[in-house]
């Protein structure tokens, strides 16, 4: 598996969070943060959901094209 960018770690500093906020805004573990952050596992649906319902657009998009 390729790695990506980091474009949840990139939105989360836009809006002042650390990836731990971000893990407890979305129910997520700060582990399982991490590992999307970093590009070791691969958004599944209902990560991206939530992700896009915090910051308020789907912040994998743009590493999808």
């Known amino acids: 598996m390729s790695r990506r ?4 770690k990139a939105a989360a500093a836009a809006r002042g969070l650390t990836l731990t906020e971000v893990a407890e ?3 997520y573990s700060a582990g ?3 590992q999307v952050s970093r590009g070791t596992v691969e958004p599944w649906p209902e990560f991206r959901r939530r992700m896009t319902d ?3 657009r ?6 999808d094209q």
């Open 54 to 56: 915090l910051f308020g």
């Open 25 to 27: 805004a979305t129910g």
């Open 58 to 63: 789907d912040v994998f998009a743009e590493v």
């Open 32 to 34: 399982t943060v991490g």
């Open 5 to 8: 960018p980091a474009p949840l």
